[in-house]
């Protein structure tokens, strides 16, 4: 594609070009061309081919073999149908036979709402040892549209002996892992490894080719159940560190083992089956006497665990409510709330937690605006805060029907692997009392949470029909120019209305609980006045200390005549009598009805 070039030549005087004398302004012709400058971008960014990511993997099968004994290298390539396997560069001790036709296998499923396919072209190498000795496997080259791609193999090296020895003197075995799951649903690889409590070991490492290489799976935090053990760090896969819990001694039927523990916990991201192949513990025992430099030499022992693998089903469609957010496993459910005594219009937090063995970390939350139970109240936001071991979410609800009684249940759908059912996990109601406000709610707040739409062209109810198509390339490129844009206006739009969900709408929505509290625990007049100077000032978003020796005559309506007076009456009871308390129930009446 060829791109017009544009020059401007000093002195030339032509239409649409300005000198100190044209006609045409400096800031038009400056216009002019940077509208042809972004034209030109979009020309080419529209036209430009999209470059398809490939993801190359390669995995041996083992990273210990014995002499004459055939490896498998696994070598993966996802994002190109098209894509190639070079040929592997030779290595000396090693037969590796020549790539053949790629095995092809495609996944599709949904992301969001959009259909997302995923295609893996998959060779199987063999690698044939000749000769004893450690080789370093060379990167795979995997070629996509004319560009190369690597992939470093792993485990990086193949070591080769006459005899794989260590079955007597070590271990490596592997628990808690099951035959079958769920896409979503989180299960746990316990590997334990030891050695002969007898040995005097100088040396330990683990070779584990699936290590960081398990497609379709994301791997988990364990959390916080490694707090407090020791901790020592042992070799992994020959050029790494993993940490290991240990060693600990253990008797076992063949005598007394140091052992140390290693976990992982994964969570499958679509059906298929995880390979996990075969793994290694390596460890050197000291032998003989120090050479004349002070080094001993070391026996090497190879312990091994076979292959196994996990295969993972698809979560089932039959049966599956339409308000199923992806949540999987066994869970339980608490909640709690800040307050149950509010006024109408200001705030309550609900907290629900989710615990268990489950997909905490992953599922979406349930939509209250959705639900009809929650019509009486104004959902102003939620803080999510995922965990692995518990899933914790805070509503912030403003009750705007005064004949409301209780916080509805909030339900959540949750697949059981156990029952292989789908579930309905629900909280219990929170009983409430909603005191009614006179004059009526701030119009920001009022009526039902779905009642009109909040902002104007946008309809709060679900649509049904077929999913929309993705955006073109040319729509999203004028997207990232006009979203500056909408992003400036919408910035003045909020400053002029207000943020609903800012820290002072939120101060303000919270004040008359507040004030309430703090009336219940003052002594005297003068802490009554310093909370209803807190309150004032959240209502008005000014300062407390503004509201305390405030200059009389300043509120002209009755409310505000009315907030003076009291005003006054503390500050007599606080300097001119015994700074005794005044009524509770008259305070809280002249603060609300002040109208700040």
């Known amino acids: 594609m060829q791109l017009t070039s544009i020059h401007l030549k000093q002195g030339s005087l032509q239409q649409g070009q300005w000198s100190s004398g044209g006609k045409c302004p400096p800031r038009a012709h400056l216009v002019r061309i940077a509208m042809a400058l972004i034209s030109l971008v979009l020309i080419a960014s529209a036209t430009a081919a999209p470059q398809r990511p490939v993801r190359v993997r390669a995995q041996l099968s083992t990273g210990v073999a014995k002499l004459g004994a055939n490896v498998q290298l696994v070598i993966t390539a996802e994002g190109d149908p098209a894509a190639t396997l070079e040929s592997l560069p030779p290595v000396d001790g090693l037969r590796i036979s020549q790539p053949a036709s790629p095995m092809y296998s495609e996944f599709t499923h949904r992301v969001a709402g ?27 080259r995997v070629v996509s549209n004319g560009r190369g791609h690597l992939g470093q193999v792993l485990p990086a090296s193949l070591t ?3 005899d794989i020895q260590g079955a007597d003197m070590g271990f490596l075995e592997v628990s808690e892992v099951p035959e079958r799951v769920y896409e979503g649903q989180p299960f746990s690889v316990h590997l334990r490894a030891g050695w002969d409590a007898n040995l005097q070991v100088a040396s330990a490492g683990m070779v584990l080719p699936w290590w960081g290489r398990l497609p379709g799976t994301l791997e988990l935090n364990t959390g916080q159940e490694n707090v407090g ?21 253990e008797n076992r039927d063949n005598g007394v083992f140091h052992v140390v523990e290693l976990k992982r916990r994964f969570l499958p991201t679509r059906p298929g089956v995880l ?28 312990a091994v665990l076979p292959q196994f693998d996990v295969q993972v089903l698809r979560v089932p469609e039959e ?4 308000a199923w957010t992806g949540a999987v496993g066994s869970l339980s459910v608490d909640r709690e709330t800040d307050t149950r005594d509010v006024d109408q219009g200001a705030s309550i937090h609900l907290t629900m937690r ?15 605006s959705r639900l009809d139970a929650f019509r009486g109240f104004r959902i102003l936001g939620v803080e999510d805060i995922p965990g692995v071991l518990e899933r914790k979410a805070t509503w912030e609800l403003v009750p705007v029907d005064a004949n409301l009684e209780a916080i509805p249940a909030i339900p959540l759908w949750v697949f059981n692997p156990m029952s292989k059912a789908y579930e309905m996990l629900e909280s219990e109601p929170v009983p409430i009392r909603v005191r009614a406000v006179e004059g009526g709610l701030d119009p920001a707040l009022g009526g039902p949470v779905l009642d009109a739409p909040d902002v104007l062209g946008i309809d709060p109810h679900a649509r049904t029909g077929p999913d929309p198509e993705g955006p073109s390339g040319s729509n999203l490129l004028v997207g990232y120019f006009l979203l500056p844009l909408a992003w400036l206006a919408g910035r003045m739009f909020v400053r002029r209305r207000g943020d609903p969900g800012g820290l002072a709408a939120r101060r303000r929505r919270a004040a008359p609980r507040h004030l309430s509290r703090a009336l219940g625990r003052a002594e005297n007049a003068a802490d009554q006045r310093q909370a209803l100077a807190t309150f004032l000032g959240a209502c008005s978003g000014q300062s407390d200390q503004s509201w305390i020796g405030r200059a009389p005559g300043l509120l002209s ?10 005003l006054a009456s503390l500050d007599a009871a606080i300097h001119g009598g015994d ?16 109208g700040i």
């Open 114 to 140: 959009r259909q997302v396919r995923r295609i893996t072209l998959s060779w199987t190498l063999q690698v044939e040892t000749l000769r004893e000795g450690k080789f370093e496997l060379p990167s795979v």
């Open 160 to 162: 080769v002996v006459c």
């Open 229 to 249: 053990r020791k901790v020592v760090t042992i070799g992994l896969n020959r050029s790494g560190r993993v940490d290991v819990v240990g060693p600990i001694e």
């Open 275 to 302: 390979d996990f192949a075969q793994g290694i513990f390596e460890f050197g025992e000291l032998v003989g006497n120090a050479g004349p430099f002070g080094r001993r030499k070391t026996r090497d022992f190879y």
């Open 319 to 322: 049966g599956r409510p339409f």
């Open 354 to 368: 989710w615990q268990g063995d489950g997909n905490l970390e992953f599922f979406d939350l349930p939509d209250l």
């Open 557 to 566: 309506s009755a409310g505000g005549q009315e907030l003076e007076i009291l």
């Open 579 to 594: 700074n005794a308390p005044l009524d509770k129930a008259m305070i809280e009446r002249v603060a609300r009805g002040a």
